[in-house]
T-cell receptor, first 117, second 114 residues
Framework: GAVVSQHPSWVICKSGTSVKIECRSL??????MFWYRQFPKQSLMLMAT?????????EQGVEKDKFLINHASLTLSTLTVTSAHPEDSSFYIC?????????????FGAGTRLSVL | DQQVKQNSPSLSVQEGRISILNCDYT??????FLWYKKYPAEGPTFLIS?????DKNEDGRFTVFLNKSAKHLSLHIVPSQPGDSAVYFC?????????????FGTGTRLKVLA
């Protein structure tokens, strides 16, 4: 199988503080991980592509200074929401990509619900 | 511009019957397609995928059909079970162009009635 662990599953923080979310691929190495955001009853919106050992690639409209991504190893990517504000409250989901043999499958973490007060 | 569309936001099916979920795309560069199942407050779970070199892929109760000329794919679930009730997302990527990111559809909520 392909297991991706995401931690924490739920976090509440005060406005202005920073929050770090971890995404780990437990049984495979992932050179590429992705970070998504999902608003209620909407689709998953890709925020950024995280590449091991290099800078993340952000989608249009996503502030890279606000959403800091680090992919320091083949099994770990982190997303830090800096100076969080209530409008950052959302469901954040990571995925790790398994590629090869003509296939490209992303395995997802369980998600993190962020509530900023 | 929504490149991947799921035009039915919801679908109800009787237990034991076939569920058919549809997905349309506009970008002819897409060459790999997937279906995911998602429960509330959880991450999506991979179900089945298909490469553009095929027109059908089957895995147990799940079959995905791809019609490249119509830029349409569908997921068939037979027989449907109450545990299949969830939101289903289709996703598309363009492996040949070197990008591994997905474009997701808007999702279809499937309700299987016991």
């Amino acid at each position: 199988g392909a297991v991706v662990s995401q931690h924490p599953s739920w976090v509440i923080c005060k406005s202005g503080t920073s929050v770090k979310i971890e995404c780990r691929s437990l049984d495979f190495q992932a050179t590429t991980m992705f970070w998504y955001r999902q608003f209620p009853k909407q689709s998953l919106m890709l925020m950024a592509t995280s590449n091991e050992g290099s800078k993340a690639t952000y989608e249009q409209g996503v502030e890279k200074d606000k959403f800091l991504i680090n992919h320091a190893s083949l099994t770990l990517s982190t997303l830090t929401v800096t100076s969080a504000h209530p409008e950052d409250s959302s469901f954040y989901i990571c995925s790790a990509s398994k590629q090869g043999g003509g296939k490209n499958i992303q395995y997802f973490g369980a998600g993190t619900r962020l509530s900023v007060l | 511009d929504q490149q991947v569309k799921q035009n039915s936001p919801s679908l109800s099916v009787q237990e034991g019957r076939i569920s058919i979920l549809n997905c349309d795309y506009t970008n002819s560069m897409f060459d790999y397609f997937l279906w995911y199942k998602k429960y509330p407050a959880e991450g999506p779970t991979f179900l089945i995928s298909i490469s553009s070199i095929k027109d059908k892929n089957e895995d147990g109760r799940f079959t995905v059909f791809l019609n490249k000329s119509a830029k349409h794919l569908s997921l068939h679930i037979v027989p449907s079970q109450p545990g299949d009730s969830a939101v289903y997302f289709c996703a598309a990527s363009a492996i040949a162009s070197g990008t591994y990111k997905y474009i997701f559809g808007t999702g279809t909520r499937l309700k299987v009635l016991a």
